[in-house]
């Protein structure tokens, strides 16, 4: 084989193996291993014991953590997390523990099994494995359910500063968080803008165990029914969970509680149409493949966007990129 050949059959090979590592920060997070190391360093028999493991395969895992360079071993033969496996310890700043869990996790991972059978029929495997909507799945399942807020709320905390940032509130005095979750990012808006009264807004499951108080009203309800009425409103990651028939009603709902001079933010991460940059937002087209075979939804390119704007009465006014993230904010005014 030529040189470039064998290039490519390894770039291919970590391509096939690549779920390999992802169950490996899985199983390390599921197991509890970070949060049992700490700051601290464990022998593998503390370490067992803590995590409930068998130590012969513990070790076995924990070698293999060693070789992603997310635990280290001492010359006394005590594990301790590297920086990155430090970021696999839940509660602490910049951590991933709940992402692994979910994304790598039983449902969704069955269902990227059955990535195959959604492109032959265009059909939502989280749904044909577990006869629910994910949403409704998650609702059922407490444990699931937190895993799935916690989850997001991570992704949130990272992106929150540049989201906004990038969002111009002059003018406003109350601003509603759409499908806002646990209220994560609309704590980082109110203590960006002391003068600003915050409306928290998702279903009773959504909302959880509100983290935002002072300033702040929790509504629970549908957003496919209605929405509350605020001077601008946010809406985070929701969109891109919904085929373009769902997302119309709900942005249609938006529309109806956006007074005249009001103003959505519609945050979501934006495709490019160019395909010379694909290989640019690979984290984007598998995330777009993550929807398909778990929500039915889709990511969309900014001429997607402004077309289902269009459809709900408003109009895309500008796109602005928030700095440190994988997000824009479509700024969007009543048509």
């Not at 203590?191 to 009264?197: E, F, N, S, T």
Request: proline share 4%; aromatic share 6%; with cysteine.
């Amino acid at each position: 084989m030529t040189a470039a050949v064998v290039s490519e059959r390894e770039r291919l090979a970590a391509l096939v193996f690549g779920f390999f590592p992802a169950q490996v920060v899985q199983t390390l997070a599921r197991l509890g291993v970070p949060d049992a190391l700490g700051d601290g360093e464990l022998d593998l028999d503390a370490l067992a014991t803590r995590t409930g493991a068998d130590p012969g395969a513990l070790r076995r895992l924990l070698r293999a953590a060693v070789g992603l360079d997310l635990v280290g071993v001492s010359g006394s033969g005590g594990y301790a997390l590297t920086p990155a496996g430090q970021l696999l310890r839940t509660g602490v700043p910049g951590s991933m523990a709940n992402l692994a869990q979910l994304f790598c996790g039983d449902v969704v991972w069955r269902s990227w099994g059955e990535l195959e059978w959604s492109v032959r029929t265009g059909g939502v495997a989280f749904e044909r494995l577990t006869g629910l909507t994910s949403f409704a799945h998650m609702a059922a399942d407490p444990h699931l359910n937190a895993i799935f807020t916690e989850a997001m709320a991570e992704g949130t905390r990272a992106a929150a500063p540049g989201i906004v940032a990038a969002c111009d509130l002059t003018g406003v005095t109350t601003l509603a968080d759409v499908g806002g979750g646990d209220g994560t990012l609309l704590a980082v808006f109110l203590d960006a803008h002391p003068h600003l009264q915050g409306i928290l807004f998702d279903s009773p499951a959504g909302v959880g165990d509100p983290v935002v108080a002072e300033r702040c009203t929790v509504v629970t309800g549908d957003f496919f029914a209605e929405v509350p009425t605020a001077d601008a409103h946010v809406v985070k990651s929701v969109i891109h969970d919904w085929d373009d028939e769902r997302s119309a009603v709900i942005l249609s709902r938006v529309r109806a509680a956006v007074p005249d001079g009001g103003v959505l933010f519609l945050v979501e991460p934006v495709l490019r149409d160019d395909p010379q940059v694909l290989a640019d937002q690979r984290m984007l087209l598998m995330s777009d493949l993550n929807m398909l075979v778990c929500t039915g939804g889709r990511e969309r390119t900014e001429t997607e966007f402004a077309g289902l704007l269009t459809a709900a009465g408003l109009r895309l006014e500008s796109v602005t990129r928030a700095a440190g993230s994988g997000y824009s904010v479509l700024r969007a005014v009543p048509a």
